[in-house]
């Protein structure tokens, strides 16, 4: 239902590695709850409104007023690598 | 008097302060060695020393808390390999109104990683053990939050629950859990699984225990724009009769395959004891239950694999050093993250990719709207659905592990409610082989008042005896 490289497309969409051993595997786990899911086919769901969220999440703005949020240093202290007053990353373009 | 501390459920050992009977701070160091020398893998991490006290009707009492939700300056890694050792600048609003009330956080409690379990086995810190079998699970994800509860570890928990992931658990360790309405309870500091499903409540020994803490978690939030002010206060449940109520069985689903015939035993000595309390019972059909589950597991993972974006290796948590950003990336997910936690990821990539969006999301979406549309077609004809909690006890460690779909029917029973976001509580009904098994009582949204009190007087009727385990030496 999902093969290798559909499986490798999906991976590269959701920025996660999957290594050589584990694509088999994986690709099979996957076809089978996508086997059960998809019994969701079987429904006639002609004129049936999809719901995202459930409750009233209307009239839910606040006033656009500046409020105290947390300190730089603070927000930056558990980050892996930091340079300055910002996140630090490795190059989009490799070394 | 260590015996006398350990038999007070939360809401006598808040009285006993109150009464000058306990001070707060022998009732904390005494939970404080019992979780300290937690033997079932409960906790994640156990306070050295007493929080500041604060006043407020909780006195003091000490609760344990899902490692999912922030706490500042305190480890909440989720149970997940990519949080290690993460201490967040902040405290979930759940969390702070409960301290806000008085509570002491005593501990964090261990779960399946980013709440993405059925049995507590998907944590990147080990297993939790059930307390009334040790080779048995505790539920999940909130098992931890269980099993501290169950032991008498801590005197009550906070869990999530996102398709039973509070309910669930507390049937297998015979203790009580309330999912609430969904919006009750602020989801801030709550690290995300799926925002639309996702709702915090308490684990407790008893059902006033569960109305105290739930009392002081409710309320509208600045910071979670789906929160809502909860419409009436909540009540300490005195009930003891279930006169003029009437309880509707969905008897196709509860007699389908899968479920054991002690599970289904217990369930009918509930509904005895519910008619005997003057209750009515009758039937009624959820007809797209069954495709409620597979909905389930598209929604929840096209959430999911959302909000998990933001590990990425930037702000915090794991990093793979890679020489350039997007292996950095790709190799820290794939460190970093679980092989339950991977494969949601991808199926809910997969569901919102161009091609598949209208035939798995945009249907599961339309089915949601169906499970919604029955459960209040029930409601105008009975006050509660009621159902077992969880079709089995609790199952042995490593026997669904190999096989993601037998884990995932465990809620089979909790995920209607979720897709609804109807409210439900899970109270123990009594034992089958020895092992608790749990009632689910589930109402209209904003009826946990109502919820709370016909749990109460079936909890008085049905005399489940939990110290069995929390009385215990640990």
Same mark, same amino acid.
């Given at each position: 239902?999902?093969?290798?490289?559909? %499986?490798? +497309? !999906? /991976?590269?969409?959701?920025? #996660?590695? &999957?290594?050589?051993? *584990?694509?088999? =595997?994986?690709? @099979?786990?996957?076809?089978?709850? %996508?086997? +059960? !899911? /998809?019994?969701?086919?079987? #429904?006639? &769901?002609?004129?049936? *409104?999809?719901? =995202?969220?459930? @409750?009233?999440?209307?009239?839910? %703005?606040?006033?656009?007023?500046?409020?105290?949020? #947390?300190?730089?240093?603070?927000?930056?202290?558990? =980050?892996?690598?930091?340079?300055?007053?910002?996140? %630090?990353?490795?190059?989009?373009?490799?070394? | 008097?260590?015996?006398?501390?350990?038999?007070?459920?939360?809401?006598?050992?808040?009285?006993?302060?109150?009464?000058?009977?306990?001070?707060?701070?022998?009732?904390?160091?005494?939970?404080?060695?019992?979780?300290?020398?937690?033997?079932?893998?409960?906790?994640?991490?156990?306070?050295?020393?007493?929080?500041?006290?604060?006043?407020?009707?909780?006195?003091?009492?000490?609760?344990?808390?899902?490692?999912?939700?922030?706490?500042?300056?305190?480890?909440?890694?989720?149970?997940?390999?990519?949080?290690?050792?993460?201490?967040?600048?902040?405290?979930?609003?759940?969390?702070?109104?409960?301290?806000?009330?008085?509570?002491?956080?005593?501990?964090?409690?261990?779960?399946?990683?980013?709440?993405?379990?059925?049995?507590?086995?998907?944590?990147?810190?080990?297993?939790?053990?059930?307390?009334?079998?040790?080779?048995?699970?505790?539920?999940?994800?909130?098992?931890?939050?269980?099993?501290?509860?169950?032991?008498?570890?801590?005197?009550?928990?906070?869990?999530?629950?996102?398709?039973?992931?509070?309910?669930?658990?507390?049937?297998?360790?015979?203790?009580?859990?309330?999912?609430?309405?969904?919006?009750?309870?602020?989801?801030?500091?709550?690290?995300?699984?799926?925002?639309?499903?996702?709702?915090?409540?308490?684990?407790?020994?008893?059902?006033?225990?569960?109305?105290?803490?739930?009392?002081?978690?409710?309320?509208?939030?600045?910071?979670?724009?789906?929160?809502?002010?909860?419409?009436?206060?909540?009540?300490?449940?005195?009930?003891?009769?279930?006169?003029?109520?009437?309880?509707?069985?969905?008897?196709?689903?509860?007699?389908?395959?899968?479920?054991?015939?002690?599970?289904?035993?217990?369930?009918?000595?509930?509904?005895?004891?519910?008619?005997?309390?003057?209750?009515?019972?009758?039937?009624?059909?959820?007809?797209?239950?069954?495709?409620?589950?597979?909905?389930?597991?598209?929604?929840?993972?096209?959430?999911?694999?959302?909000?998990?974006?933001?590990?990425?290796?930037?702000?915090?948590?794991?990093?793979?050093?890679?020489?350039?950003?997007?292996?950095?990336?790709?190799?820290?997910?794939?460190?970093?993250?679980?092989?339950?936690?991977?494969?949601?990821?991808?199926?809910?990539?997969?569901?919102?990719?161009?091609?598949?969006?209208?035939?798995?999301?945009?249907?599961?979406?339309?089915?949601?709207?169906?499970?919604?549309?029955?459960?209040?077609?029930?409601?105008?004809?009975?006050?509660?659905?009621?159902?077992?909690?969880?079709?089995?006890?609790?199952?042995?460690?490593?026997?669904?592990?190999?096989?993601?779909?037998?884990?995932?029917?465990?809620?089979?029973?909790?995920?209607?409610?979720?897709?609804?976001?109807?409210?439900?509580?899970?109270?123990?009904?009594?034992?089958?082989?020895?092992?608790?098994?749990?009632?689910?009582?589930?109402?209209?949204?904003?009826?946990?008042?109502?919820?709370?009190?016909?749990?109460?007087?079936?909890?008085?009727?049905?005399?489940?005896?939990?110290?069995?385990?929390?009385?215990?030496?640990?």
């Amino acid at each position: 239902m999902i093969d290798r490289d559909e %499986l490798l +497309h !999906v /991976a590269r969409l959701a920025r #996660l590695a &999957l290594h050589e051993d *584990e694509l088999d =595997a994986t690709a @099979g786990e996957l076809s089978t709850i %996508l086997g +059960h !899911v /998809a019994a969701i086919e079987e #429904l006639d &769901l002609e004129g049936v *409104e999809p719901t =995202a969220h459930i @409750g009233d999440v209307s009239d839910s %703005l606040r006033a656009d007023h500046v409020r105290p949020s #947390l300190a730089r240093d603070v927000a930056l202290a558990p =980050a892996p690598a930091i340079r300055d007053d910002g996140f %630090l990353v490795p190059s989009p373009q490799g070394e | 008097m260590a015996g006398d501390i350990q038999s007070l459920s939360a809401t006598a050992a808040a009285e006993a302060i109150a009464n000058g009977g306990l001070t707060r701070s022998e009732l904390f160091e005494h939970y404080r060695i019992r979780a300290a020398a937690d033997t079932l893998n409960a906790f994640t991490w156990v306070a050295d020393v007493e929080p500041a006290p604060v006043d407020g009707a909780l006195g003091g009492v000490p609760l344990a808390v899902k490692d999912l939700f922030c706490t500042e300056g305190i480890p909440s890694q989720a149970g997940s390999k990519i949080l290690a050792g993460y201490c967040p600048p902040y405290t979930a609003t759940a969390v702070a109104n409960l301290e806000a009330a008085g509570a002491a956080v005593l501990g964090k409690t261990n779960q399946d990683e980013f709440a993405m379990g059925s049995s507590n086995e998907n944590s990147a810190f080990g297993p939790v053990l059930n307390p009334w079998d040790h080779s048995r699970v505790p539920g999940g994800s909130s098992g931890g939050s269980a099993a501290a509860v169950a032991a008498g570890l801590a005197p009550w928990a906070l869990g999530t629950d996102t398709g039973g992931s509070i309910r669930q658990p507390a049937a297998l360790c015979g203790i009580v859990g309330l999912k609430p309405t969904y919006g009750a309870v602020s989801r801030y500091g709550m690290i995300a699984f799926a925002s639309s499903l996702d709702s915090a409540g308490p684990l407790t020994r008893d059902v006033a225990d569960a109305a105290l803490c739930y009392r002081h978690m409710v309320g509208r939030d600045g910071n979670d724009a789906t929160s809502v002010v909860f419409p009436e206060p909540i009540e300490t449940p005195t009930a003891e009769r279930l006169d003029g109520l009437t309880l509707a069985v969905p008897t196709a689903l509860v007699d389908g395959e899968g479920i054991e015939p002690g599970v289904r035993q217990s369930f009918e000595a509930s509904l005895d004891t519910a008619r005997s309390l003057g209750a009515t019972i009758i039937d009624c059909e959820i007809p797209s239950a069954r495709y409620a589950l597979s909905a389930y597991y598209v929604i929840a993972p096209a959430e999911a694999s959302s909000n998990l974006s933001r590990f990425d290796g930037v702000r915090y948590g794991l990093r793979v050093d890679e020489s350039n950003l997007d292996a950095m990336y790709t190799e820290t997910r794939h460190d970093g993250f679980g092989a339950e936690v991977k494969r949601r990821i991808l199926i809910g990539t997969y569901a919102l990719s161009s091609g598949y969006y209208d035939a798995y999301y945009g249907r599961a979406q339309r089915v949601r709207t169906l499970v919604a549309r029955e459960l209040a077609g029930i409601f105008e004809r009975a006050d509660f659905i009621v159902t077992p909690t969880s079709p089995t006890v609790a199952f042995g460690l490593g026997d669904r592990t190999s096989d993601p779909l037998a884990m995932y029917l465990s809620d089979l029973f909790t995920i209607p409610m979720s897709l609804a976001g109807t409210p439900a509580i899970s109270i123990p009904s009594g034992l089958s082989e020895g092992l608790p098994v749990g009632l689910q009582i589930c109402g209209p949204a904003f009826s946990e008042n109502r919820i709370l009190g016909a749990a109460h007087a079936l909890e008085g009727a049905i005399g489940f005896d939990g110290s069995v385990t929390w009385g215990g030496a640990n």
